[in-house]
């Protein structure tokens, strides 16, 4: 199995966002113009595309990603994808890993909102990405500037005319009604919890934390580098609403030789700055959960020493090393 690693290169976007397109979270690709050569769900898969030489299948060259046949009449092809969640978008990467002499030329993205699995035939589609050139086996990855915070269910990806994509990924922030007084994963990214920082994601997104499905391989959790100067690994989450937290749970999942040693939290209720001045701020949080001792691949629940109205923590690994997942279980404040 191939295992996702952090692209140093990739932009904010990418790092802080969510991928809304990710199966894993029930995003389904739903309508194709046409998926000849290669399936469009193929498209979404969270493992890096990959090729394989001499693999055939009954049309030709097998592809992975979504590849439509050479069209030989006017007009474009297209795929429809329900994301895993309303949501804000913030960017996106249309990718063409190996495809060479079969990639499309252009292609842009529209997004609509809506309660059906398939769009229907009056559905309000917003042009969210205009025609962008691309390249063959490549990342393009594409800001989305959504007026008003605009939330979306669908997108719709247009090739022109024709061609393959490895894969897409749809970056943004989930949006869920949340009341007051409810109990639920403060930190959970489908409840619309964000990184704000992390000091290193070498071998891992911090992102991969907030995801609400128990992680699959260790390339679905947040790994550091190996430290080698005093100090410890940390990340900065925003809940997805301010609350009390109770419970917090700590998952090495698939983590063995190389899983954080301890860990512990902070946190605060933000009322000003910015994510940059977090940073900064963090550093003298109150302590909610004193150090803690961590096991290799094991769900840890631990008791916070201190309740306190919260919008942000922040969760040290000491000194450095792999977690899968974060779960901050809490009260929303009214």
Not at 76 to 88: I, N, P, R
């Amino acid at each position: 199995m191939a295992i996702p690693t952090f692209d140093p290169n990739a932009p904010d976007f990418a790092r802080i966002g969510i991928n809304l397109a990710d199966p894993r979270l029930g995003a389904q690709a739903v309508l194709a113009s046409d998926d000849f050569f290669a399936p469009m769900d193929r498209m979404l898969n969270p493992e890096p595309a990959v090729f394989i030489p001499g693999k055939y299948d009954d049309n030709g060259k097998w592809m992975d990603g979504w590849e439509s046949r050479r069209k030989r009449v006017t007009g474009h092809d297209f795929c429809v994808v329900k994301l895993s969640a309303a949501g804000k978008l913030m960017g996106v990467d249309i990718d063409t890993s190996h495809f060479t002499g079969n990639f499309p030329p252009a292609a842009s993205i529209d997004a609509c909102r809506s309660d059906d699995d398939i769009p229907s035939a009056d559905a309000q589609w917003t042009e969210v990405i205009p025609a962008t050139e691309l390249s063959g086996n490549a990342h393009h990855f594409r800001v989305i500037q959504a007026a008003g915070g605009a939330l979306y269910t669908h997108v719709r990806l247009n090739i022109y005319p024709d061609g393959g994509v490895a894969r897409l990924r749809v970056f943004g922030r989930p949006h869920r009604e949340i009341a007051p007084d409810a109990e639920l994963d403060l930190a959970s990214a489908m409840n619309g919890a964000r990184i704000v920082a992390a000091n290193n994601q070498h071998y891992g997104l911090a992102s991969n934390l907030l995801l609400p499905t128990r992680a699959a391989n260790i390339g679905e959790g947040w790994e550091t580098r190996r430290r080698r100067e005093p100090g410890c690994d940390w990340c900065i989450v925003e809940l997805a609403v301010p609350g009390e937290i109770s419970r917090v749970d700590v998952d090495t999942a698939h983590f063995k030789g190389n899983f954080a040693d301890r860990c512990s939290l902070q946190g605060a209720f933000v009322t000003a700055g910015t994510d940059e001045s977090l940073i900064t701020q963090s550093m003298f949080w109150p302590v909610l959960l004193d150090e803690q001792k961590l096991e290799m691949d094991r769900l840890h629940s631990f008791a916070p020493e201190r309740i306190a109205p919260v919008s942000h923590v922040r969760f040290n690994i000491l000194p450095d090393g792999g977690v899968s997942r974060l779960r901050l279980i809490g009260r929303a404040l009214p």
